[in-house]
C-alpha cells in the first residue's frame, strides 16, 4: 500500500467535521454510491518531550551530598 499526504487546510468545512469525529477517537469510513472506498483513522499522539526545569524547587539538595559516607553506613553500624 501506498500513503499519500492531502493538505486539508483550504477544505474548512470538511475539515472542521472530520477533524471533529478524528478528535474522538471515531474512525471514518469514506464510501462512493454507498460502497466502502477508504477508511480514515487518528494518528496516535507522539509522547510529548519533557522539557527540564518544569518543576523547579520540587526536590531539595543538601548541602552534603557529595560528602563520602561515614563508615558506620558501610559496615552496616548504624
Do not use: C
Not at 7 to 36: A, H, R
Not at 47 to 75: I, V, Y
Amino acid at each position: 500500500m501506498v500513503a499519500k499526504t492531502v493538505d486539508i487546510t483550504s477544505m474548512t468545512v470538511v475539515k472542521d467535521y472530520l477533524l471533529s469525529l478524528l478528535e474522538t477517537d471515531t474512525e471514518i469510513i469514506l464510501t462512493e454510491n454507498g460502497q466502502p472506498v477508504a477508511r480514515v483513522l487518528p494518528v496516535e499522539k507522539l509522547p510529548r518531550k519533557k522539557l527540564t526545569g518544569l518543576n523547579r524547587g520540587a526536590m531539595k539538595m543538601h548541602n552534603d551530598f557529595d560528602e563520602p559516607l561515614p563508615d558506620s553506613f558501610w559496615l552496616g553500624n548504624e
